[in-house]
């Protein structure tokens, strides 16, 4: 087996990304965290994230930013920046914003989601006039933590909707 390797993500990857993105969302927070997410939310929420089209519409976002770890062909990981969305009164859409970092079940253990972090931040330092923000879920203590390690602080929550249904996240800011 070859080592995962780190590159922007490009239109032809959209339906792998997409089936990637809706197996590790059900994998995270469904199987592995138990959210008990309505279907009716849930299946909107996937739809409107990781339909191929949806996809294909996020990967051309002026200003975003797409990468994917890949190994023989396959799709391990992406991450996902742009300009900042968050709601908190020192946010600014000119700073920048980590929206996504997903591994797959299979891929953890690897570093490819450490490796995909790495090169997220030093887009979003090149590409932000301000301060760096994740926004990341509340009960998921271990993203956190990496979070954390990289310098990055709890300043607010606010409420993700997935369909109908509201998580509750943290804001966090480096910077």
């Known amino acids: 087996m070859t080592e995962p390797v780190i590159r922007p993500a490009v239109d ?3 339906e792998a990304l997409g089936e990637l993105g809706w197996r590790t969302f059900i994998d995270t927070f469904v199987n592995g965290f138990g ?3 309505p279907a009716g939310d849930l299946t909107r929420f996937l739809d409107a994230s990781f339909s191929p089209a949806a996809v294909r519409e996020k990967l051309k976002e002026p200003g975003g930013a797409w ?5 023989d062909g396959a799709l391990l990981a992406f991450a996902n920046a742009g300009p900042n969305t968050l709601p908190h009164p020192e946010a600014r859409p000119s700073h920048t914003e980590l929206r996504r970092l997903y591994v797959a079940k299979e891929a953890q253990g690897l570093g490819v989601g450490r490796r995909l972090l790495t090169v997220a931040l030093e887009w979003m330092e090149a590409n932000s006039n301000g301060p760096l923000w994740i926004g990341v879920w509340s009960g998921n203590v271990k993203a956190q933590a990496m979070y954390a390690a990289r310098g990055f602080e709890k300043v607010g929550e606010y409420q993700y909707p997935v369909g109908d249904w509201l998580d509750d996240e943290f804001i966090l800011r480096r910077g």
């Open 12 to 14: 032809a990857d959209a």
């Open 67 to 71: 990468w994917v770890a890949e190994r």
């Open 35 to 37: 959210i008990p997410y």
